[in-house]
């Protein structure tokens, strides 16, 4: 039988960043005010700050590598880019990202820093009670819009530490709250193409 799978819609690019380098990130992160960054942010999140994008372009260089040769695959041509901002989020509990894309930029991506157990735990009961609803306490989904039959246009992700996600700017996603009386960290980060 000859049969053949096309590539075809958003490319979705996921890995797993090292803990040595999850270590230099985390060193990044701060709650200094005087780099607040909530006012050009989608997210109901109070604790938003701009971080410095130079530095953590030049630990994540390696994973980019890694997304480039995936989107050469993938689409058939060669990209570059560089960071253009990055901000660091602090999530607690009812903290939440409503459905959005981002603008000024061709590519996003969201690492996670710490994802404590008590959202873990969380999740784990939500989904044990409700398994038929697709979006739990402090996942993030992503849709390709708008719905469409027979298509599949949503994909959820429960994250860990070191989850990095790589997306185009305008793919739709959103964010779930939680209740747990604990702080997430996660670092977002806008791209643009090198001319």
Not at 167 to 175: D, S
């Given at each position: 039988?000859?049969?053949?799978f096309y590539y075809f819609g958003p490319l979705l690019f996921h890995t797993k960043v090292n803990?040595?380098?999850?270590?230099e990130i985390d060193a990044l992160c701060h709650k200094n005010e005087d780099l607040n960054f909530?006012?050009?942010?989608?997210?109901?999140?109070?604790?938003?700050?701009r971080i410095n994008h130079k530095k953590l372009e030049y630990i994540l260089d390696l994973y980019f590598d890694d997304y480039k040769k995936c989107n050469q695959n993938f689409y058939g041509d060669y990209i570059d880019?560089?960071?253009n901002s990055a901000w660091v989020n602090f999530m607690k509990p009812g903290d939440f990202n409503p459905l959005h894309t981002h603008n000024n930029c061709a590519?996003?991506?969201v690492l996670f820093l710490s994802v404590p157990?008590?959202?873990?735990?969380?999740?784990?009961?939500?989904?044990?009670?409700?398994?038929?609803?697709?979006?739990?306490?402090?996942e993030l989904t992503f849709f390709a819009l708008p719905e469409i039959k027979h298509f599949i246009t949503?994909?959820?992700f429960f994250p860990n530490r070191g989850d990095?996600?790589?997306?185009?700017?305008?793919?739709?996603?959103?964010?779930?709250p939680f209740k747990s009386n604990v702080e997430r960290i996660s670092v977002a980060f806008n791209m643009k193409i090198k001319d």
């Open positions: 039988m000859d049969s053949k803990e040595n380098d999850l270590k909530r006012k050009h942010l989608a997210g109901h999140i109070d604790d938003e700050f880019f560089y960071i590519l996003s991506a157990n008590e959202i873990k735990q969380e999740y784990f009961n939500f989904k044990k009670i409700r398994s038929n609803i697709n979006t739990g306490p402090g949503e994909k959820s990095l996600l790589i997306f185009p700017a305008n793919l739709a996603h959103y964010v779930a």
